[in-house]
């Protein structure tokens, strides 16, 4: 008696060899950065999340778990919410600036024009200095009365600003300062931007009699549009971590003018030792900023490609 | 062969020897506890201690190295240091523990004691003091490391406060000043002389940046500007207390209708009244751009290098109902800890004692933490720096017991900076209490 036997076919599971296959050498570049992400980003990232399920004593012990408390504590405290709306306003009133600045100084310095050295020292030098270093000049120059800047408007006749005790003005300097910090780095994504646009493309327009302004907006601007979008998300992120010319200048002051989420969440953790809560904090900025970013890259999102 | 029980037949002789060397034994053993006090530091193994101290350059390395040197001299180990920056120091202290054992003793801001002992950091060291020592100490630095009857460490230096000024300027508006606490004025008549000074200097000079008083303000946190609303209470208000008798409520002490008065003078000096400058600069006195510098004993070098030409005086401080100052500076503490706690209390000991605190004191160009060594610093026995011991003797509180004291005072300092920049005095002290009280609840 004949027996047949059907044998269906199998689907096996692919291991995970498999699943790698191809992958190994982007693997084996991607390495060293991929540790450095897990060790300095994405641990720490786990860690604050352990954190801020926690309480801990003012010695930073953590004695008990707080499940979301420590989330419902920051989020109805009125000064948070106060300095997650300054730091959205920060990055508004930051980002345009940074961008126009740095795109300008990237043009200047492609350009090749005789003030290409002082724009390299004003926009370079403060990412060498440091930012305490540069906040402890600007400490000095501000000074209501015995600062550079008011001996010079006072010498001309305008009246004294109290720079670091008035809300607007101290404002301006710590965003001032901010953005200078951070205009060389902007600077040097759109100088990048501008190498990597084929000169054929400009001269064609050119040809065509497209002058200075056109080849500007018609050409460069939109060609730049990947270097813009990583601009953008890099001064974003930036906005929302001002926390040294804060720290140095105005300590949050005066009345809250300058009390950005990054200085609350710094205090809350070292001054005041309450961990779960500057935990929590950082993460509910983290969520904000990741929506924010989000938003910027789908806006931003660029659909043509060089062939 | 055998050994005889005594080798020797002893003579007569011997034997008056061993008489006498049994006696001399005997006397010594009588006369031991006499002993063990001329060796104050019986006991010291020798052992190397790791102290946590803040990283003050080569100015503090010198002088713990002349610490050493004393030291080592009684016996004393190898000291080692663990150097934090300034602002770091009560962060490290409280984080000292944690992830091991850590240094064996700390130097820290002394108004942090009572936190550090809330936190089971630190260990009472009242058994290396005599009575008499505890009672040689200036008052501020016996009641600031004392809690619930124990003594937890000696200061490194006294302060004192005083207003500095050149008698040269006040002399030529035929200004006659207090010069004792004795004469002390008040603010209100301060106000008028400052007010006269800067107006009459500002049009002598033809320079409206010209200013009465440097108050001090702005980065010293509660030390100076804190006696303004405490001092416009009566002694033992709730406006001079700040804080409620247990330390966890601010509320109804700091924003007391006697406090708000203290903390509007405060915005008054600066606005209403526009006698001091809102720069935090510290050096507009030693530039000549202030006429009175509100001061500790620390700025005395740093004046006459500055200004050598000048004839420095001091008068009492301004107060607004009863005169207070703080004082306090920093306190060596012992781990609680550590596996060295005999070397390191004793070392606490040294500190203490006039040999130890001699150094520092002096490397402070401050007063020193006991009354008896006032004697041995001339500077402070005469004009202008007497006045500075008096204020320690006569005025000086500690800054408030708190166990959150490091909470308060930057606290404080916003508060402090909101008034200055001219906000709503009374919803500014409302909202800070109320977050005080929120931080000193966790101590609770």
Redesign the interface.
Known sequence: MDTTIAIRPVRLKPRLPALLEGWGPALVFLAPALVMLCLFKLWLIAEAVYTSTGTF?????RIGNAGLDNFGFALSDS?FQWGLWLSLFAAVAKVPVQLALGLAAALMLRANTGGNAVVRAMVISPMFFGLPVTTFIFA?MF?????AVNAIL?GIGLPRV?W????APAQMLVLGLSIWRDVGVTMLVFLAGLSAIPPQIANAAKLDGAGPFALFFTITLPLLARSFQFAVVLATLASFQILVPVLML???????ATDLASFQIY?TA?????LGTASAMSLALLFGLIVIIALELRWLAVKWTYE | MTRSAIPFEPSRRDVLKGLSAGLAATALGGLSPAFAQADPYAGLKGEELELLIWDGGAFVDNMMARVQERWSAVGGGALKFRKVPFGDLD?AV??AN?GGIGPDVFLANAPNVI?YK??G?IEPVTDMFTKEDLEDFFPTVRLGSEIDGEFYGPSTNENGQALYYDRQLTERYGLKLPETLADAWTWDEWLRVFTEIQAAERKRRGNE?F?ALYPNMGNTGLFFSGSYPRSAGEKGSDAWKMVSDDGLKSSGCLNSPEAIKGLQLIQDIHHRHGIA?????KD?FY?D?VAFFCGVPLYLAPIRKARPDIDLATAPVPYIRTPIIHTGSFAWLVNRQTAKIGDAKLFLKFMGSPQGNDVVARGWTSPPIRKSMVADRPEFQTKPMALFIDSITEWSVPRPKV??F??LD?MW??LE??I????DVKP?ADDATR?IDA?LR??G
């Open positions: 004593d003012p010695g930073g012990q000064r000095y000074d209501a009365n015995v600062g006072s109290a670091l005790s008035t809300e105005t300590k949050g002051g005066p009345t809250g205090e070292f001054s005041y030792f309450d | 962060r409280r984080s944690q936190t809330k936190l950091l940046q200013f400058p809102v720069s935090t600069q507009m530039n751009q166990p959150g490091s909470e930057t300092s916003r900076a909101d200055v920049s001219g906000g500014l977050r931080q966790r101590y």
